[in-house]
């Protein structure tokens, strides 16, 4: 008779359970760490800072989101919507373009400025914080959410509900950078068909997208412009296309299905 010690099977058991966890990552994704409130939405930007011996950069969406719009930032200034896109170098921010357009001591704080005693007060640190303690950031991030309606996900802001009560007041145009354009009159609130039997039907919104996008964010890169043009699944905007290029990135996120399927189901 064949002896099979505790060690064998022990060790098949263990043998199993990688196979099945391996399976399952390959089919259903690995499960990611759900970043902190104050993380959601953060971007970090090493193009070359760390070729240049420096930290890459942090940018957190949460504190310029609640002063200017997404359009501002990602039409007028120019930033790709990809982390890393833009490829900004220090000379693009010294001759006033990208995170220059703005940190220049006069709209926001400059890399360099001069206190009031004379002396240089270097603010590299505030933007090169990645994976840096105890550095003296001005806003902190949950005294400003106390006064924020709350949300479920993301970082816990319901955005909207904030501009609609006026808790966020939203800049739309840079002095030098931005051009004046007329305002357009916002389409109709769009109805999506839900493919999930008893799930509720998308309210699509331009209204609401449009106080913080503008319309050229979406059209015609993302969306086209006539409506049904552009077919796409659940499964794409989980990996990062059309609605999901914001959402589950910086906007809240794909897990809060009721964000957008708004429909009662009767």
Same mark, same amino acid.
Request: glycine residues 10%; positive net charge.
């Given at each position: 008779?064949?002896?099979?010690?505790?060690?064998?099977?022990?060790? &098949?058991?263990?043998?199993?359970?990688?196979?099945?966890?391996?399976?399952?990552?390959?089919?259903?994704?690995?499960?990611?760490?759900?970043?902190?409130?104050?993380?959601?939405?953060?971007?970090? *930007? @090493?193009? $070359?800072?760390?070729?240049?011996?420096?930290?890459?950069?942090?940018?957190?969406?949460?504190?310029?989101?609640?002063?200017?719009?997404?359009?501002?930032?990602?039409?007028? *200034?120019?930033?790709?919507?990809? &982390?890393? %896109?833009?490829?900004?170098?220090?000379?693009?921010?010294?001759?006033?373009?990208? =995170?220059?357009?703005?940190? @220049?001591?006069?709209?926001?704080? &400059?890399?360099?400025?001069?206190?009031?005693?004379?002396?240089?007060?270097?603010?590299? +640190?505030? =933007?090169?914080?990645?994976?840096?303690? %105890?550095?003296?950031?001005?806003?902190?991030?949950?005294?400003?959410?106390?006064?924020?309606?709350?949300?479920?996900?993301?970082?816990?802001? /319901?955005?909207?509900? &904030?501009? /609609?009560?006026?808790?966020?007041?939203?800049?739309?145009?840079?002095?030098?950078?931005? *051009?004046?354009?007329?305002?357009?009159? @916002?389409?109709? +609130?769009?109805?999506?068909?839900?493919?999930?039997? %008893?799930?509720? /039907?998308? *309210?699509?919104?331009?209204?609401?997208?449009?106080?913080?996008?503008?319309?050229?964010?979406?059209?015609?890169?993302?969306?086209?412009?006539?409506?049904?043009?552009?077919?796409?699944?659940?499964? /794409?905007?989980?990996?990062?296309?059309?609605? %999901?290029?914001?959402?589950?990135?910086?906007?809240?996120?794909?897990?809060?299905?009721?964000?957008?399927?708004?429909?009662?189901? $009767?």
């Amino acid at each position: 008779m064949r002896i099979v010690t505790k060690g064998y099977i022990l060790g &098949a058991c263990l043998l199993v359970f990688f196979l099945v966890t391996a399976a399952y990552a390959a089919t259903y994704g690995a499960k990611k760490r759900r970043p902190k409130p104050h993380e959601y939405g953060a971007v970090v *930007i @090493n193009n $070359f800072s760390a070729k240049n011996r420096m930290r890459p950069v942090v940018f957190p969406h949460w504190i310029h989101r609640a002063k200017h719009t997404c359009r501002l930032c990602h039409v007028d *200034i120019g930033f790709a919507m990809r &982390a890393g %896109g833009t490829e900004i170098t220090e000379d693009d921010n010294k001759a006033g373009l990208y =995170c220059g357009a703005c940190h @220049n001591g006069t709209v926001a704080f &400059a890399p360099k400025e001069t206190s009031a005693k004379g002396e240089t007060v270097e603010n590299c +640190d505030r =933007c090169h914080s990645y994976r840096k303690e %105890g550095i003296p950031f001005k806003n902190d991030f949950y005294e400003f959410k106390k006064g924020m309606p709350q949300g479920r996900f993301g970082n816990g802001i /319901d955005w909207l509900k &904030a501009e /609609d009560e006026g808790r966020v007041k939203l800049v739309d145009y840079l002095e030098g950078v931005s *051009i004046r354009r007329q305002k357009l009159k @916002n389409p109709e +609130d769009i109805e999506i068909s839900a493919k999930e039997t %008893g799930m509720p /039907d998308i *309210i699509f919104s331009h209204r609401k997208h449009a106080i913080w996008n503008g319309c050229e964010l979406c059209h015609p890169e993302i969306f086209g412009v006539n409506r049904g043009e552009v077919k796409y699944t659940m499964q /794409d905007i989980f990996d990062g296309k059309f609605c %999901g290029a914001c959402h589950d990135i910086v906007a809240f996120p794909n897990s809060d299905c009721q964000g957008c399927h708004t429909k009662p189901v $009767f």
